[in-house]
C-alpha cells in the first residue's frame, strides 16, 4: 500500500475556435474511457475512439492538460504568470468552454467543475489570495478562497538578489499544497520551501527542501491525500547540466522530506509525474550526457527505490476510469512521440506529434 510503502522508506532513509464530433464509448456503471491530449496545434477529448472536441492553440511538451475533479472539463494555462489565462473545454460534445484571466501559471482541479489558483499580490508583505470558479456556469466569475500569508522577505548575501513567490502546487479534499519558492535573480537558482494550508486554515511547514536549487515544475499529490510528490532539478554542472529530484513529503506526519534520483547519472529532466499506482509515483525522465551528445526518455516507478520500466518507447501512459490505457510513445529516431489508445489487448494509434495526455481522476 501506498501509506506503509513510503512511510517504511522514510524510516530507512532517516527521516482557436471548438468543433466537435458527437460520439461515445462510456459504459452503464458511469465509468468511461474519456481522454485528452495536445499536440502542437490543437487539444483533444476523445472517448475511446471517438473525438469529443477539439480547440486550437499551440502548445508545447511544457503545457500542463488536466481534467476537473468531475471529468467534465478540461483545462489549461496560456501565457506566463503575469497576464497568464486559463482555457477550459467541455469533455463532451456541448462544445461548451471559456477563457479567464487568471494572472497565474497554473491552476488545480479543487471539485467538482471548480478550479483554483494562486494570484499573487505582487509584494511580499502582503498576503496572496486563492481564487476558485465553478467553469462549468455561463460567463465563469472567479472569487477569493483562501488567503495566503504573505511570503516575506528574504536576507541576501551582498551583491545578490532574490525573488520570493508563494505557488500554488496542488490541492486534495479541501487541503492545499504550496510552496514558497526564492529564485536568485543572476542564474535562476531557487530555494523551495513546501507548506500546506489546511481545508480548516491551518498552515503546516515541510521546511525547505535540501540540495536542491531550481524551481518546483510539477506536483501530485497521492489518491488518499497523505502523500505528495514534487518535482525539481539541481545543478550540476552550472548553466549546463541538471538532474533531475523527485522530494516525497509525508503529509500527515511532516516528517523530513526525502529526495530521490530517479537517473543517477548524467544530466536529466522530470516530465508527466503522476500517483496512479498504490506503489508510489511514476515519472518520465528524459536524460542526456553531461557532452550534451545523446537523450533518451523512459518511464521511471517507485517502489521504494526508482526503477525504469521496461517499454522504453512509451514515455507517459495513464488509465481512463474504465480501465483502458492511454500512451504516448515514440515512433522514430528523432522522439516524436503519437498517443495510443489500448483495449482488450488492442493498440490503435489515435494521433501523431502528440505532446501531453491526460485523463480524469479515479479517486
Known sequence: MVATTLAATALMAGCGGTTTTAGTDSSSSGKSNVFAYTSQKEVVVADGMNVLAREGGSFDLRAALTFTSDAKFVFWNEGSSSDGTVVTLS??????????????????????SEIAWLQSSGKTTEPDAVMRVDISVPNPKPTVWRTIPAAGDRTPAPGEYWIRRNHLLAAHSGNLLLSRTDTRTSDSLAINEPFMVSADGTLKEFGPIENTNRYISAAT???????????????????KCDRA?????DLSSGAPIQNTTPAVE??????????????????????????DSGSST???QYDQRWSQLPEKTITDTAKTTAGATVELAT???SG???????????RQEIAKNGFVIAVPSNR
Open 91 to 112: 469533455a463532451d460534445s456541448s462544445g461548451q468552454g471559456s477563457r479567464i484571466s487568471c494572472g497565474c501559471r497554473s491552476a488545480v482541479p479543487i471539485g467538482g
Open 221 to 239: 499529490i497521492s489518491p488518499d491525500g497523505r502523500f505528495a510528490a514534487l518535482v525539481s532539478n539541481t545543478a550540476v554542472i552550472p548553466d
Open 245 to 249: 529530484i523527485v522530494s516525497l513529503i
Open 266 to 291: 548524467g544530466c536529466s529532466y522530470a516530465r508527466f509525474i503522476r500517483w496512479d499506482n498504490e506503489t508510489g509515483p511514476s515519472v518520465t525522465i528524459q536524460r542526456s550526457t553531461e557532452t
Open 298 to 300: 523512459a518511464r521511471w
Open 331 to 333: 515512433t522514430d529516431a
Open 336 to 346: 516524436n512521440t503519437s498517443v495510443f489508445f489500448v483495449k482488450d489487448g488492442q
